[in-house]
């Protein structure tokens, strides 16, 4: 079991850690790191204290930096053998800094404050010890809110390292019970709680490789000889290394994109990987680290990851270069800074590339394969046989449309064997684009954004209309007029820029670009609809539909316009929720009340339980659709023939409830079992 920090995680730190002339910090605390030995951590005892059955073997279902839906997991996930009601331990000395309490996300959350600096945070908690416990009910009951966010004075709750501070459990978005813990600093920088070396958590199983990809990083790049992005599956090799069996052949600037994951030793749990090496010819390109990062920054994971292949397949690949907008201090570029961790194949030489996975116990994996260069056809336009339509039969001309990295790519069939000059019709102007290839019977016409935004693309008889309106720059305010509607981006909303396409959509509705491509803060839309029939503005609201699905956004309507705010882009309905929440209430007895309640559309908004018109606080768990009574003195029952009322309002408005009459519980008693008759 490894118990020091060093020598070899620290030397993680030093391979991946150092972005761009300066370090990335390494687990601080109130001592300085000298001669590469953390004295904290070293010492006859450790400054933290693991959480969770401190002294006793454990592992993660997840750990810092892993990609999760929109954000980078903030600590790590420590199991609680699939159940809940485990002590939970203060780390440190301390006080508590912050109590809260929501729906979704960490659940019930306290946060301890440590004399080095340090806060600790332990979330998905089941309930919190009787001290703590008692004043959140009381506030909470004082404030007539489940939800809460408390901030107590740094002398009202001293605590001990291992102070039994709650429960573990499985509140707020937790996928089932165990403990979220982190640790941060004064400016919410998130730190790997594993660099302070918990001899709790072993790890002797290395990160995989579960598959890569290459992917064309300009108009005039080519991998096997097309504009494309391609995946591979790494085989493993007798020595544990990996390898790629096809041929591969580029040319131009080509990113890396990495599907890897880690274990720790005794958990089936997938967690991230915490650095990922590039090297092209034995020369490192690109590096990146995740031992910290600021909270701040998390949503940056949109633009870490190929966004596009994690809303089209669920897949999050690492990306091995640094995208365009993307401004996390968690890379390292030692060689060719300028190309961002692209891989320049420009000299038409084969190249071989090398890619190194490692986890924070510095296990590590690697995958090494060769580049060919690409081979010029005969003819540069000619990749694959046109197929030439006879003479008696000429189809329409069908395109397909797709836009990434800064380019437009219409693949366009039936052309015939020589293909047009494409016409490119900004307003009204018009500039002339030859075809860039030709594969598998389509002419492939690759446009740079960044040198022309048409609004059209004619080829021939075809006309693509690419519903371009403006290119929008990030780090600025900015407002577009169009018919269609009226956008406001604030300073914050881009990740990158933005080459801004938006057309209404027919039966009604607003489509802004495409939910593939990720934004960083609300953009504010102004709409007003086409619809033949009057809308009931009160309960009719704002949705993001995606695959079938629809996401409240709601809405405020003036003048028969409606303005919503949106983290994402792509597709936009109106629909009108008229039906209300359904509550059912399960049980009212004097120990208690429960009932299950649920929405069809707009979802959830806020909820209330009175008894004798008295307000008593419910707890809700919205994976389970279930609220449950926490009486304000546990010990005192709720009177028998008490009036209950529970009422749900979800967020278009629409109010629905239940009512009854506090009862004793009936008792069902157990039927005496049948007397057998004797054989004679």
């Known amino acids: 079991m490894r118990r020091l920090l060093i020598p070899s995680l620290i030397a993680v730190v030093l391979r991946c850690g150092v972005v761009q002339g300066q370090s990335t910090p390494t687990a601080p605390t109130n001592t300085t790191l000298e001669s590469g030995t953390n004295q904290a951590l070293v010492g006859p005892e450790r400054y933290f204290m693991f959480p969770i059955q401190p002294g006793s073997a454990n592992s993660l279902a997840g750990g810092l930096g892993d990609l999760r839906p929109n954000h980078f997991h903030a600590g790590i996930d420590i199991r609680t053998g699939g159940r809940e009601g485990l002590d939970v331990h203060a780390a440190a000395d301390g006080y508590v800094s912050r109590i809260a309490v929501f729906t979704g996300g960490y659940g019930n959350v306290v946060f301890i404050k440590h004399p080095n600096g340090l806060t600790t945070v332990y979330g998905h908690l089941r309930n919190l010890n009787d001290t703590l416990g008692t004043y959140l009910r009381a506030q909470q009951y004082q404030k007539k809110t489940f939800e809460i966010d408390l901030r107590p004075t740094p002398g009202q709750f001293p605590v001990k390292k291992g102070d039994i501070i709650a429960a573990s459990g499985n509140t707020g978005g937790s996928g089932g019970p165990h403990l979220h813990f982190e640790i941060r600093d004064s400016k919410d920088n998130l730190f790997n709680p594993l660099l302070y070396d918990f001899p709790e958590i072993r790890d002797e199983v290395p990160p995989y490789f579960e598959r890569v990809a290459l992917k064309t990083m300009t108009a005039s790049s080519r991998i096997n000889g097309e504009y494309q992005r391609v995946t591979y599956t790494p085989v493993r090799k007798a020595d544990g290394t990996y390898t790629i069996t096809q041929p591969i052949t580029a040319s131009g600037l080509v990113g890396m994109e990495v599907l890897g994951y880690d274990k720790t030793s005794g958990s089936p749990y997938r967690n991230g990987i915490s650095c990922l090496e590039i090297r092209l010819d034995g020369q490192e390109v690109f590096a990146y680290n995740m031992n910290s990062f600021p909270n701040e920054q998390t949503r940056f994971m949109n633009i870490h990851e190929n966004y596009e292949m994690e809303q089209m397949s669920g897949q999050r690949y690492h990306r091995g270069y640094i995208a365009d907008g993307n401004i996390l201090n968690i890379y390292k570029l030692q060689s060719n800074a300028a190309y961002r961790g692209r891989l320049p194949l420009l000299d038409s030489k084969p190249h071989e590339v090398t890619l190194i996975l490692y986890d924070a116990f510095d296990q590590s994996a690697q995958l090494t394969f060769t580049i060919l260069p690409e081979v010029a056809p005969a003819n540069p336009l000619q990749i694959d046989s046109l197929t030439v339509q006879p003479a008696s039969y000429a189809p329409e001309p069908t395109a397909t449309v797709t836009t990434d990295e800064n380019v437009l790519k219409i693949a366009v069939r039936n052309l015939g064997s020589n293909p047009p000059v494409a016409k490119l019709i900004t307003g009204r102007t018009v500039t002339e684009q030859a075809v860039s290839y030709i594969r598998n019977n389509q002419a492939i016409y690759l446009i740079d954004l960044r040198q022309s935004l048409p609004d059209s693309v004619q080829f021939g008889r075809g006309v693509v209309r690419t519903n371009f309106r ?211």
Do not use: C
């Open 470 to 680: 403006k290119r929008i720059v990030p780090g600025r305010s900015e407002v577009v007029i169009d018919k269609v509607a009226r956008l406001e981006f604030g300073p914050k909303t881009l990740f990158d820029t933005l080459h801004l396409a938006m057309r209404g959509l027919p039966g009604g509705g607003l489509e802004i670009n495409q939910s593939i491509i990720p934004i960083n803060d609300y953009l504010t839309v102004q709409y007003v609809p086409n619809y033949p029939i009057a809308i009931d503005t009160l309960r009719t609201k704002a949705y993001a539909v995606s695959s079938g699905r629809e996401s409240f956004l709601g809405g405020t309507w003036n003048k028969g316009r409606i303005e919503f705010k949106t983290k994402t882009l792509g597709r936009f309905q109106l629909l009108t929720d008229a039906n209300p929440p359904k509550v059912d209430i399960l049980a009212a007895t004097p120990k208690g009340i429960s009932a299950k309640i649920r929405d069809d559309l707009s979802g959830i908004a806020e909820f209330r339980a009175l008894v004798n018109g008295e307000w008593v606080l419910m707890q809700y768990d919205y994976k389970r659709a279930l609220l449950w009574s926490d009486k304000l003195n546990p010990d005192e029952p709720f009177e028998i023939g008490a009036e209950v009322l529970v009422q749900v309002k979800d967020r278009a408005g629409n109010i629905g409830s239940d009512s009854t009459l506090i009862a004793e519980p009936v008792v069902r008693r157990k039927a005496a079992p049948k007397k057998q008759r004797k054989r004679r």
